[in-house]
């Protein structure tokens, strides 16, 4: 096995890159872009001379980073000193304790373009939108005769959330391929470079990537699955606000209010514990039950569903899961938790409005 090393020094790529972006220090390389890309290019410029840097070089770099990074945010705001050149002094406190050495300024010039080309990557990735999500809506319910299918709507909302996070990847992935490779080919024309190295220093970008990159596509799978919620309810002329709502720490994606019954839907990937903060606040949310949608069912279990049930709502699953073969002849829960394909037909029934055909 190999030997484990968690030195930061070791990957100091990695560090620069995240200490550049991180919301403690006031995410600065998201808003100071112009500035990074002056100071990497000057020192670019400094390690590109004909004689090594010395230890004298190093300090004067590093004066430069400081009074670079610091001079480019206000000091103060009102009366006071404003938090973001607080946050900055913290970040560049972290990395100059980073820089000990030549070699670390120049992966700090590295860190600097790796973080600029990733939020530029990210700023033109191409984004899993309505569009996206209105036509995957429509293939699932619709048959071959263009005819809607009600059984359908579970399976629509799986398949926006399924084929949404392959769409994102994608369009996330083959930009960061492309700058992988020129970073790569630009490292191994050093020669003082090995190639152990140059996979330090790129593991450390896609890494940071990656964790960039997954952030924005967790910001996005809310309002996508809310998106398709909504659609479906178009489809089926199911009367609904179409719009999320917040009840302190309670969130309901949509909620469909009828004749005879009005209904609060939390649909989410995973139910997890958060489903507990809607239970025994119908009340407080103004409708008469809550009926909760999860695609995974890793977090479905005998005591959520009794919970559910107790509070007089529901949550739908799929016919072919475990949960459902489980506990489906469970009369203590028989209300509680409700087939997947009958979800839009119970909705219609409950709220009072036209059934679908």
Known sequence: MAEYSGDPSDFKVYWFSRDLVAASFGGYATKEVDTLKRLSAHLARELDKDRPLTDSDVALETQHIEDTITGSVSREYGDDISKRYRQTEDLVERILRRIEEPDDLREFGIAIDAVVRTSEVLDIAPSFGASQIVEIVDETLENESGALDPAAAYDALFNVDFEGEAYQLGAQREPLIDYVHEKMRELRSDPYVSETEVARIVSGIVQEYERRAGQSRASTAGNVLETALQHIFDR??????????????????????????????????????????????????????????????????????????????????????????????????????????????????????????
């Not at 719009?243 to 209010?257: A, L, M, R, S």
């Not at 903060?277 to 569903?305: H, N, T, Y």
Request: proline content about 6%; overall charge negative.
């Open 236 to 357: 089926f002329d199911i009367p609904a606000t179409g719009t999320p709502e917040h009840f302190g720490d309670i969130e309901i994606d949509n909620v469909v209010d009828g004749p005879d019954g009005s209904i609060g839907f939390s649909c989410k990937r995973t139910l997890r514990e958060r489903f507990r903060q809607s239970l025994s606040r119908e009340a407080e949310i103004g409708v008469d039950e809550v009926w909760f949608v999860s695609l995974l069912m890793a977090d479905v279990s005998r005591e959520k569903l009794r919970d559910i049930g107790n509070d007089g709502g529901r949550i739908y699953v799929p016919r072919d899961s475990f949960v459902w073969d489980r506990y489906r002849d469970d009369e203590g829960l028989s209300y509680a938790l409700r087939p997947a394909d009958e979800f839009i037909r119970d909705v219609a029934s409950f709220a009072g409005v036209p059934a679908p055909r």
